[in-house]
């Protein structure tokens, strides 16, 4: 389900991106999202957000780790084809888990190993296949 909402949210950027830069983009779509979820803030217990010593953890958070990144990735977005964005977006992830055990000396179970393998695939695979489709449009101009 993400994998579809995250393709849905590039081919959006993509249009979007035709008629504004990055960085409105990037703030109308947070923007949105944020008075989606707001209503999540009288819900859910939300005290700890006022507390001190978190405050410098979600400023870094939002700004580092969402704001920045998302900037980053919609400029590469103007520049690349929607799926190869999105295809290679799938490397975060499997970076995360890699980073988890080389790092953080997480341990994964076998299934987890099997997941990683796959996604690591899927991504060889999809790669190979794009540049093939390059190479045969690229013929098939020359040709023209």
Do not use: D, H
């Amino acid at each position: 389900m993400f994998g579809f909402v995250f393709a849905i949210y590039t081919i959006v950027s993509k249009t979007l991106l035709t008629r504004v830069e990055a960085i409105p983009t990037v703030a109308l779509t947070f923007s949105i999202n944020a008075t989606l979820l707001m209503t999540f803030l009288f819900i859910l217990n939300s005290s700890w957000v006022t507390e001190p010593s978190k405050i410098a953890t979600i400023l870094y958070l939002g700004f580092m780790t969402t704001s920045v990144a998302y900037i980053l990735y919609l400029k590469g977005l103007q520049k690349v084809p929607s799926s190869f964005t999105v295809t290679i977006s799938l490397g975060e992830p499997l970076t995360a888990t890699v980073l988890s055990v080389f790092v953080v000396g997480e341990v994964l179970s076998a299934v987890s190993w099997v997941g990683v393998l796959l996604l690591l695939g899927g991504i060889v695979v999809l790669t190979f296949s794009g540049r093939k489709r390059a190479r045969k449009l690229n013929k098939c101009k020359v040709s023209l």
